[in-house]
């Protein structure tokens, strides 16, 4: 193979790698248009001064998808809000036994 061959070959190889892919910026425009691209949560332990209402609230305002690790008499709440809680605590005899 000489040098013409080669360098030929590798630049069909190289703009045939570049079908299909989006350039770098693809994802911040994306984003400048409200898309998002990740499901953010938030949990309550770490809030404690809001009530699960303005925790909810406040989550969906800020566009997240989930409150988590709330009651199960606190489930419709989020719910309420548009909101999921993924990760909820289970209902138990003993709530200090639980993890």
């Not at 409200?34 to 332990?45: A, I």
């Not at 404690?48 to 305002?61: I, P, S, Y």
């Not at 309420?80 to 639980?98: E, F, I, K, N, S």
Request: proline letters at 5%; charged letters at 25%; hydrophobic letters at 40%.
């Amino acid at each position: 193979m000489n040098r013409r061959l080669f360098v030929s070959t590798s630049a069909a190889a190289g703009a045939a790698s570049l079908i299909g892919v989006e350039p770098a910026n693809a994802a911040q425009r994306e984003h400048s248009r409200g898309v998002t691209t990740f499901k953010h949560s938030v949990t309550r332990w770490p809030f404690r001064q809001f009530t699960v209402e303005e925790l909810a609230r406040t989550a969906k305002e800020l566009k997240m998808a989930s409150v988590e690790l709330l009651e199960p008499d606190e489930w419709a709440i989020a719910r309420r809000h548009g909101l999921t809680c993924a990760m909820g605590y289970a209902t138990v005899p003993d709530p200090g036994t639980r993890l």
